[in-house]
């Protein structure tokens, strides 16, 4: 039986009862629709996801995401599913009865930092929930590994797109404040991130905070500042080399680019920094380790 990758303690007594979405063991009555699978957690937060989504025309796509770390950036990998990998999938679970494992009990195990697996099954509006914390039998969880090697058999065609999710600049204020930034991927925001992480003293220039950066910035690839009518806008000022929060709409000028924005659009007490030491920073795995 697959084991998950870290100490397993019995700590029966601690452990809060798990909510399941728990069907009746009997055959679901509508087709396989959805498979989701999820690894990961333990010290560094790493995780992968893999989801299955079978549509009704018989076409299926399969979504995978990962990071190494917590705090690194995700991949997202798209792929197309030839219909045999989808037939065979449902045989699998069809064949294991894999529904009938959302319904075994806790098993009153607790993953202390270590990574986990769960599974998600659902048959139109059905669904039903695996998890290595249930007591499930040796040939459920082989029917798991079974979905599992049939979706990376999926993955071997080659994705149809490939993403990474936005990097993250951090500003914390001496008020306890952390604003959160995501940023492009131009070599101005690259050398921005190179600089981080630094301890600076804002400027408050209208409704504008401004830090003086020691460097200046590659701006050969970075777009040009629109003006925007939204709080929150991380920009470069290539006349003055200087990092731009705009904490309200804003016009465009020349030489001004921009780097990213607000992950949330809320910047109420950024301007109060003005004054006071700040750190700037981005996450970074040899500086967290």
């Not at 498979?35 to 299926?60: K, N, P, R």
């Not at 290595?132 to 080659?158: F, H, N, P, T, Y």
Request: proline residues 3%; negative net charge; hydrophobic residues 40%.
């Amino acid at each position: 039986m697959r084991k998950a990758h870290a100490t397993l303690a019995v700590l029966a007594a601690l452990v809060a009862p798990v909510i399941l979405l728990v069907g009746c063991s009997k055959a679901p009555v509508e087709p396989l629709s959805r498979v989701y699978y999820s690894y990961g957690g333990g010290m560094l937060g790493g995780f992968s996801t893999v989801e299955l989504v079978i549509h009704e025309d018989g076409t299926a796509t399969l979504t995978t995401e990962e990071a190494a770390w917590h705090g690194d950036r995700i991949t997202t990998r798209v792929y197309e599913v030839d219909a045999d990998i989808v037939s065979r999938v449902r045989e699998t679970v069809d064949g294991c009865k894999l529904w009938r494992a959302s319904t075994r009990r806790d098993s009153g195990l607790q993953v202390l930092d270590g990574d986990t697996w769960h599974m998600t099954l659902r048959f139109g509006d059905e669904s039903y929930s695996i998890s290595q914390m249930q007591e499930i039998s040796k040939a459920e969880d082989e029917g798991v590994d079974a979905v599992l090697a049939l979706l990376r058999e999926a993955c071997q065609v080659g994705p149809t797109s490939e993403t990474l999710s936005p990097r993250k600049v951090m500003l914390a204020t001496s008020e306890g404040y952390t604003y959160t930034f995501l940023v492009n991927d131009s070599l101005a925001a690259d050398g921005l991130c190179d600089l981080l992480p630094l301890e600076a003293v804002p400027e408050a220039r209208g409704t504008e905070l401004v830090i003086a950066l020691s460097q200046p910035l590659d701006v050969s690839d970075a777009p040009l500042a629109p003006g925007d009518d939204a709080v929150g806008a991380l920009l470069y000022r290539a006349s003055t080399g200087e990092l731009v929060i705009e904490c309200s709409g804003y016009e465009a000028e020349d030489g001004l680019y921009e780097l990213g924005a607000l992950e949330w659009r809320y910047a109420d007490g950024l301007l109060d920094a003005a004054g006071s030491e700040c750190s700037v920073w981005t996450y970074d795995y040899e500086s967290m380790y």
